[in-house]
């Protein structure tokens, strides 16, 4: 239970990271995805499809990563493993 706790805590500050950074990261990686773990953009690609399999050839654990489409319309983006 804790580490689910501790994993769901990590994934939080994430999130918090993403929005107290998105204006950044708009201007950054526009129209892209970003790929985001422990609080630090670890790859971003115009295809999620290609970033995740970037990510897993360097060993980031892709079931822990927030990935979000960089853009100014609202959408999400839900994987599951």
Known sequence: MRDKQAERHLFQKDVGYYEANREKLLEEYPEKWVAIYNQ?????????????????????PTERLLVRHVTREDEMLILTT
Do not use: E, N
């Open 40 to 60: 630090k953009v670890v790859g971003a690609s115009p295809d999620v499809q290609h970033l995740l399999a970037d990510l897993k050839q360097r060993g980031i």
